[in-house]
């Protein structure tokens, strides 16, 4: 990857927090990258929303967000139904690079991720959202023994300084003010990783294989 030639950069994930737990140590790094955030739930969410506007300001970003189905009981949305909403919420623009979900999620388990993942790959590969390369999050829990990871053979795989490391915590608990003994605040990884593929048939493979064949 040619970090000096990237600029145009698109974030599509399930929800707000996403973008700054899996990636936002990355989006911090590079203060010249011009990212725009899509967060596909809770845009109606008076808690949740405000704070992702702040976090996306405070990462040097632009967003918009939309309010796909998110209740606890996950139902599965049609494939079709996510890749309109992200079409509708992503700007019609080529972007050097576009980060997202893995096909696995990050965690086990929360079905949005999943989908929204398998959208992006499908999206690309038809060519209906244009980008250089995508790199997916890689991050795994074994099967819920241990707070989310970074996957070490993944393509990319960086430890934070703690300046940025403290910048992306601070984020997490003072914007959306997660309880340091809470889920998120002791998820929120020091390092950081992600799955890189500069061809959409890649991705394509990739998904087809379950996100999970070491690369």
């Not at 929800?15 to 967060?39: Q, R, S």
């Not at 019609?92 to 997202?100: C, G, R």
């Not at 390369?133 to 393509?155: C, H, I, S, W």
């Not at 809470?182 to 048939?201: D, M, V």
């Amino acid at each position: 990857m040619n970090i000096a030639a990237i600029q145009l950069v698109a974030v599509i994930v399930a929800h707000p927090d996403d973008e700054t737990l899996w990636a936002g140590g990355t989006i911090l790094k590079h203060p010249l990258w011009n990212c725009f955030v899509v967060c596909l739930c809770r845009k109606n969410d008076a808690n949740r929303a405000p704070k992702f506007f702040r976090a996306i300001k405070l990462l040097g970003a632009k967003g918009i967000m939309g309010n796909l189905n998110d209740g606890p009981k996950q139902t599965p949305i049609p494939e079709e139904k996510i890749e309109q909403l992200i079409m509708d919420l992503l700007p019609p623009i080529h972007f050097n690079l576009i980060l997202t979900h893995n096909p696995t999620g990050e965690y086990t388990k929360h079905l949005r991720h999943e989908e929204v993942s398998r959208a992006v790959i499908h999206l690309w590969n038809s060519n209906k959202i244009s980008a250089n390369e995508l790199m997916t999050f890689a991050y795994e829990d074994g099967n819920k023994q241990y707070y989310p990871r970074p996957v070490a053979n993944a393509t990319i795989h960086e430890t934070l300084t703690q300046e940025i490391f403290q910048r992306k915590y601070d984020l997490i608990s003072k914007i959306y003010r997660f309880r340091k003994e809470g889920w998120e605040a002791k998820t929120c990884p020091r390092e950081e990783s992600f799955w890189l593929f500069k061809k959409p048939f890649e991705a394509l493979q990739w998904l087809d294989n379950g996100g999970m064949v070491k690369k």
